[in-house]
């Protein structure tokens, strides 16, 4: 509930029902210390206040390597293991935030006594499907299979809606035991049941609101459509007004695409496609979800919601309570929602623009009934029965799982070294002081030929006679072939690969041992923390990094290794079926390969969610110097054999494609250091130039072609307010507290321009005559601040130039443009290098096409030449900002 989703909403509404009846309830916040409103301590004690425990997700020192929800997801995994077993957890489904929690369960390490509950409300690939949008990261597959693997795992499974149910057993998730599902009504905040009415009799319209978030799965094209269409008749339309009442989404992908296929932001594309409108319509600031209500219930107001796709809507939800006439699309579990009597009237079939139109016509000419809800008036009784029930059976639960309950098998740990005498005997002594005693090494020399080497070689061979172990040597084949050479010389049942550089913990065998007797393993993988240094690490060192692979994902496993690494523990007769490790010499990641081979091949492999080992970082390790075009392209042979000799291409295309989607990546990130280290150079020379100008080398002040720059001198006519600069359109305000106070400024004065509506135009405006004989580059700069900008950046929030020249010929529309939103003030400026000598210059502080308030300050235009410590000591100070100048 500290954001406003409806998932959020959902779970810590069902959160205080279940304080306020008794229970002790906790709230694990996943985003810790970042909140979208007020702060942290105010969520504290406001939840505090309703008997809850609110807790942030603490901050670790530990650096994952790997995506942030992965990351996320292990943390809360962690926390849950520290902490003593809960009755009942909740979790929402998307992002699979349970992941790790139910692995571990399942596995016997953690959370061995609580009832693990999934909320199914948005899956992200029913999310990203529906949204009509493309799967077009390996994150969109890492997410699917975090969601999935969760509701398969999940001791219950509850969904406000049959629909999403039906819609994961459709899509092949695992969810066929309808005793581990169950379809629960949302529970409303208290503040929405005080909202209820029952309305008996049509309401006359006079005001339609598009009442959603303002996004394409939200129906917002379809509904510009119907807009279009009812704008062809006026007389329909007659004294009716078009809200827009929502969140407008910032990130570029829920931007909508314009013609000429420009992507524009969901505010501007709304403007351009108002231009056909012939009616009055709006957009209103977002609000809360209660001023949402009161906004809604208000007046003659009709709610649309023409979703794409739904799940169980809030906003359908709340309409139904409050009695607020409103017209949706028939799509997901909304029916659900609606006694079936009020289907017909309130729901629209197939959502078009035609359809669309006309039902809005039909009800703005007749009016409309509120339709009645179909859900329960005691979800809350529900729950509470509910939880008491689970809680029962979580008391009777019980999945020991302690290693004297299982055989003691004999694992061989398999260890191919080769020039690595040091190291090799730091991970043969973490083999030597695990708990788990039953285990033979084998190690496999590939080739190795430095003289310390062949000495530690003979010292082993005394040690591991003494001990029944193996030592043999072969000519150098690489890491898979030695890899094979030790499995067929190993006795074990199981087999432990581990490589020379890497430390085993105390624990790692008891622990591969324990968790494959308790989930019938046949592959054994598990996390590693990262370090540098030759030394072995102690047992309370930070680990650089962290690794955390996810398991048996089979569709991410066929564009990168997120199975486990070669520390792994594999049944010996698995290992042989398969045929072992790949031997091809110079290539890694072989164990990527074998990983694919016995999971597509039909074996089970867990993956511990625990570090269990030490994995060294060496800049000569094996996958760092050898082919790396063709390590990816051995990985994908397993995925080959597996499907139609006609379908290897598009295999091949889909590797080809994420490999090309990693260089550009990689590459963008290259350019953008390029920039931040071009912004240093800048830095540094506008330094360098300014000590110049402070001991007298260079000139220090040049004349500011602009009359009253700092907008300190009132005008001396009613239509001038400032000396100097004429208005343009609805002209501007001289505010004299909103001023920058900095270098060059030492007034408060400012031009500051509101534009209530982004059709406004507001700006001032001077001319400023050159009059040059030859071409000479002239300085434009100046300062401006901002709040609420809507839009992005164009010409509209500028400072705005035409010029003319000496030769008859103009220029229109030089722009120096500032960012919009919100933010302090920002320094831009341009340099207008001309070809053919400049007569004049029409310059304006340009504010159009936007809505919300911008101040302008300290404008300058100055010829280059004599204005350089000016410049140079404004850039200094622009430079000073966290974007770009």
């Known amino acids: 509930a500290v954001v406003s989703s409806g998932a959020g909403t959902a779970l810590t509404t069902l959160a205080e029902v279940l304080a306020a009846n008794g229970f002790d309830v906790t709230l694990l916040y996943t985003k810790g210390a970042t909140v979208e409103t007020a702060t942290v301590e105010f969520w504290t004690q406001y939840y505090q206040s309703h008997g809850l425990k609110f807790v942030p997700l603490p901050h670790t020192p530990v650096t994952y390597d790997v995506p942030p929800d992965i990351a996320i997801t292990h943390r809360v995994y962690v926390w849950l293991s520290q902490q003593q077993d809960f009755d009942v957890i909740h979790f929402n489904d998307n992002r699979g935030r349970a992941y790790f929690t139910l692995t571990a369960q399942r596995q016997g390490i953690a959370c061995q006594h609580s009832q693990i509950i999934i909320h199914s409300h948005a899956p992200h690939l029913w999310y990203k499907m529906n949204s009509l949008q493309m799967l077009d990261t390996l994150h969109d597959l890492i997410l699917d299979h975090l969601e999935r693997r969760s509701a398969e795992l999940a001791s219950k499974i ?141 007046g003659a107001r009709l709610a649309v919601m023409p979703s794409v796709m739904e799940n169980a809507p809030y906003s359908v939800l709340e309409c139904l309570v409050a009695g607020v006439p409103f017209i949706a699309t028939k799509v997901g ?75 003691r098998p004999l694992v061989s740990v398999c260890i191919c070294t080769y020039n690595n005498p040091s190291l090799l005997k730091q991970a043969i002594e973490s083999i030597e002081k695990q708990e788990y005693t039953n285990v033979e090494i084998v190690v496999i020399d590939d080739g190795s030929k430095t003289a310390e080497a062949l000495a530690y070689e003979q010292e082993l061979i005394l040690q591991f006679a003494a001990k029944g172990w193996q030592y043999r040597r072969q000519e150098n084949r690489g890491p898979g072939a030695a890899r094979n050479h030790a499995a067929s010389l190993a006795k074990g049942e199981w087999l432990m690969f581990m490589d020379d550089d890497n430390y085993a913990k105390f624990h790692e065998i008891t622990t591969f041992v324990n968790v494959a007797y308790h989930t019938g393993a046949d592959v054994l993988t598990c996390s590693n923390d990262y370090f540098y240094g030759n030394d072995p690490p102690s047992p309370d060192r930070m680990p650089t990094g962290r690794w955390v692979p996810l398991g048996a994902a089979t569709t991410v496993g066929m564009f990168q290794n997120m199975y486990g690494d070669t520390n792994a523990m594999i049944k010996k007769e698995v290992y042989i079926s398969v045929g072992g490790f790949p031997e091809d010499f110079g ?196 300062w401006s601040k901002a709040e609420k900008v809507s839009g992005s950046l164009d010409s509209g929030y500028s400072i705005y130039i035409d010029i003319a020249f000496k030769d008859g010929t103009k220029l229109w529309g030089y722009t120096i443009g500032f960012d919009v939103g919100t933010h302090g003030w920002q320094f831009k400026a341009g340099v207008i290098d001309p070809e053919v000598a400049i007569q004049s210059l029409q310059l304006y502080t340009m504010f159009r096409w936007h809505s919300g308030t911008v101040w302008f300050d300290d404008l300058a235009v100055n010829m280059l030449t004599e204005g350089l410590c000016d410049y140079t000591q404004l850039t200094l100070e622009g430079l000073g900002q966290t974007g770009p100048v």
């Not at 899509?171 to 169950?182: H, L, Q, S, V």
């Not at 009442?245 to 969901?266: C, D, F, N, Q, W």
């Not at 990985?635 to 989607?661: C, E, N, W």
């Open 158 to 298: 509850v969904a406000p809606s049959k629909y999403i149910l039906d819609w994961m057993a459709e899509n092949g998730w695992k969810i066929e035991n309808k005793d581990r599902f169950a379809i629960h009504p949302i529970i409303l905040p208290g503040w929405v049941h005080r909202q209820s009415r029952i309305v008996l009799e049509d309401v006359v319209i006079l005001e339609i609101v598009f009442f959603s978030r303002l996004e394409l799965k939200k129906g917002l094209v379809h509904f510009c459509d119907a807009l279009d269409q009812l704008s062809l008749d006026p007389k329909a339309m007659e004294g009716i007004k078009i809200t827009f009442l929502g969140r407008i989404p910032e990130s570029h992908e829920e931007r909508l695409m314009m013609r000429g296929g420009v992507r524009a932001k969901i505010d501007e594309y709304i403007k351009q496609r108002s231009k056909k409108w012939k009616f009055s319509w709006q957009i209103l600031k977002d609000m809360d979800a209660q001023a949402r209500m009161d906004y809604i219930k208000g």
């Open 333 to 407: 579990g909304v029916p659900e929602m609606i006694h079936p009597d009020d289907h017909e009237r309130v729901l629209i079939d197939t959502l078009t623009a035609k359809t669309l139109s006309k039902r809005l016509k039909e009800v703005l000419r007749d009016g409309l009934r509120p339709a009645r809800p179909l859900m329960p008036n005691n979800a809350d009784k529900t729950w509470v029965v509910w939880h008491h029930m689970i809680m029962f059976y979580s008391k009777k639960f019980n999945s020991a799982s302690t290693l004297q309950h299982y055989e």
């Open 587 to 782: 290539y890694a990641l072989e164990d990527w390969e074998l990983f694919s081979k016995t999971v597509l091949g039909g074996f089970k492999l867990e993956t511990i969610p625990d570090p269990l080992y030490w994995y060294r970082l060496r800049d000569t390790s094996h996958s760092r110097v050898t082919a790396k075009h063709g390590n990816p392209a051995r990985t994908i042979r397993p995925y080959l054999k597996k499907i139609p000799q006609s379908l290897h291409h598009l295999v091949l295309f889909a590797q080809g494609m994420k490999d090309s989607h990693d260089i550009a990546h990689v590459e963008l990130e290259f350019e953008q250091d390029a920039l931040r280290e071009m912004r240093k150079m800048l830095k540094a020379l506008a330094s360098s130039l300014s000590t110049l100008c402070k001991e007298g080398k260079l000139p220090i002040h040049s004349k500011n072609l602009l009359i009253n720059p700092q907008f300190s001198v009132p005008g001396k006519m009613s239509n001038t307010p400032v000396q100097g600069w004429r208005p343009y359109g609805s002209g501007y305000v001289h505010d004299a507290e909103g001023g920058r106070i900095g270098y060059g400024s030492l007034d408060s004065y400012s031009l500051k321009m509101t534009n209530s509506d982004w059709r406004d135009s507001r700006g001032a405006t001077q001319m400023i005559t050159l009059d040059q004989e030859t071409p000479s580059a002239v300085v434009v700069s100046g």
